[in-house]
Every structure is written in structure tokens, then in C-alpha cells.
């Protein structure tokens, strides 16, 4: 497999893939700070059960208080983003034109238009004072447009650069983003889904306490199982995505989609840009170390944090039921040596039953053998 230059990168635009994977790098910063705070024990949401007259109530008593440090990281990394967008911009108008005087300057930014009418109000307003090149009909302009939100009819106001923006403008003008725990999903335990896209959505709004999140009629008991995350406000509406899956849709969209088009004028080549490559230390060669660099971002490598550190969890006593197995801190400290990825792919073997197969049954038996004889291996003295 050869090893992609990125020819259609020019050199000055080279500075666009480090904005790129500081934004990825701040991200990851983020997810430093949400993963103790997520796995935390005893969980972040503390519940209570109320009894009224024929129901029992499970009612939040607490919300473990989110670390302040998380909207200020949130923030830089959305303005790092942006700022990438805009520093292309600016480097594209360079070349076309030349050196720029001040006014000239101070007009080269990236606009985020939800009507064409907007748009061509802000072209207006570079027609006289403007660079040629932003000038009506022009092809960096063409490029522009094609990345307005107005180009989206349905809900423009959800399209990548007006959802950046908003969060943005909001960071730069008043108080930091404002994220709050929300309830992704839950379900009973005696009703199980099939699969991760059946869970029950939770609402899209903060967990708060006093909130009633479930209700039975006394005397009955039905385990539940809860998916709390860290939801982030949209502002100037009542949303509330989850805040790691929306760093990773904006982030994607800039550099696989955005940055892109806006150097090229078409579709995006393959391959893409990757989330980072090392910024820390010089390149002599800054296409070789981009090449280098990992396809896997920030966010994705969280959900695969959370996913692994529930698999540990779970597996220790799963394992440790088995005949002939280790003793529990053996198959804890052996889980524990396995990256994540390699932990999640063994797990990818299992298969769920919820009615008795004997063929899906034997086949997770015999995956289940084989990692407790691997954790039997990792106990055993070295030679």
C-alpha cells in the first residue's frame, strides 16, 4: 500500500492538518477529563426509591457535579476548529490575490449564511473594499457557498458550520458552553433489547434532582440498566446532543468535507486527512509525519474507553464463574493489560441469545475458554 503525499494539500495549507490535530489533541484532553468522571464509583447519578400509595418511584437524589475544566477544553476545541476553516480562507485569498492591505484583511472570514439572502448580503458588503477574490462569481466563492448552511433546505440551522458557529459565538461572547449529564437510554432488565439501536432513548434534557425516571407499582422490583453521558446545549435551543458525539460530527465535517472543498472546489479525496500527527516535535518532512498520522479521532478512542472499561467490569466475574478459572484479580489484572481495541474485538466474538440456542451458546462458551486460558496463562509465573 503506498504511502498517501496528500498532493492536493499545496504547501500553504500545510498549517491547516496541525490545526486539525490540535483540535483532535484538545478533544482528547476532554475525554482525559470525562473518563474517571464517567466511571467513576458508584456511578454519577444517585437514585432513590418513593414510595406513593400503588407505585414506587425511582426518583434522582444526585448528579455528581461535572468538572469545571470540561466546557473550558469544549470550547477551545470548537474555536480550533473554526479557526481552521478560517485560516484556509485566509491563505486561499493570499495566494489569489497577494499581499493584502488592512481593510482588505479585516474582511476575509468565513460566513455562515442560513439564507441565500444572507449570503449575498455578505458578499455585498465585500464587493467595494473586499479582495477580488471574494467578489461575486468568483471560484473561491462558489466554494463558499457550497458549504452554506442555506444549501441544506431542511433545518439549515443543523447543517456542521451553523451549529459550529453558534457554539463558537457563544464561547467567545458570554459565559463558557454549558454541558450538563442527560440520560442517553435505559431499560429493564427483563426486557433486554437486541441491540444497541433498540435501548429506549432517555429525553433529551439534563438529569436533575428530583427527577422521576421510572415508576412500578409497589412491591414489585425491576432492575434497570441507565446510559448517563454528557450532553452539551445547543444555543438558543432546547438541545442537548451528546457532547463527545457532537465534537466528533463537527470535527469530521471540517476536515473530511470543509477544508477539503474549500482548497479543492470539489469532492473530497481520499484518502482524508488524518485526526492528527505528531505537533509536538519538528518535521524535517511534514508530509511524511501527516502520513503517518492516525485515522482513529479523539472521540471515537473515548467510546472505545467507556466501552472497554465496562467489558472489564462485567468480564472479571463472567470469567471467574467458569470451571478452572483464575482467581478474579488475575483476570482483572489480565483484562487490564489489554489495549482497548483488542479487548473490544474479542468481545466482538460473542454473539446474544435471548432465548436458549444451543449453537450461539457453545460458540460464546468456547470464546469464554479461550480468554479464561489466556488469563490462566497471564498468572502463571514467568520462566
Known sequence: MSTPSYSWLPDRHLGVAATLAHADQLIGQVSDVLFPYQTQSGGIIKLAEVPDLHV??????????????????????LVALRNALEHVLFAEVEYLDGGLDERASRLV???????????????????????????????????????????????????????????????????????????????RED????????????????????????????????????????????????????????????????RTQAVPRLITG???????LPVGYDIISGNDDERAALAGGPMTSAATRHQQRLGAAAVRLDMVETIGRMEGAPALETIAAWLASLPDEELLERMSHLKVTHNYDPDVVLHNFEVLEHMRDDALQFGRPKS
Request: aromatic residues 4%; positive net charge.
Open 266 to 272: 470539489g469532492d473530497p479525496p481520499t484518502p482524508p
Open 56 to 77: 414506587s418511584r425511582t426518583v434522582v437524589t444526585a448528579v455528581a457535579p461535572l468538572p469545571r475544566k470540561v466546557p473550558l477544553l469544549v470550547a477551545d476545541a
Open 109 to 187: 472570514e468565513m460566513p455562515a449564511a442560513r439564507t441565500y439572502e444572507d449570503f449575498h448580503n455578505w458578499l455585498k458588503g465585500r464587493a467595494k473594499n473586499g479582495p477580488a477574490s471574494l467578489r461575486i462569481g468568483s471560484p473561491l466563492v462558489q466554494r463558499i457557498e457550497a458549504l452554506q448552511p442555506f444549501q441544506r433546505i431542511r433545518d439549515p440551522h443543523d447543517h456542521p458550520l451553523a451549529v459550529l458557529v453558534s457554539h463558537t459565538n457563544h464561547a467567545k461572547h458570554r459565559t463558557p458552553l454549558i454541558t450538563a449529564v442527560r440520560l442517553a437510554g435505559m431499560y
Open 191 to 254: 426486557q433486554m433489547p437486541q441491540s444497541a439501536r433498540d435501548i429506549p432513548r432517555g429525553p433529551d434534557t439534563p438529569v436533575q434532582p428530583g427527577d422521576v425516571i421510572a415508576e412500578t407499582p409497589i412491591g414489585t422490583r425491576t432492575p434497570a440498566t441507565l446510559f448517563p453521558t454528557v450532553g452539551i446545549n445547543r444555543p438558543g435551543t432546547d438541545r442537548w446532543p451528546v457532547l463527545m458525539a457532537e465534537l466528533e460530527q463537527l470535527a469530521n465535517w471540517v
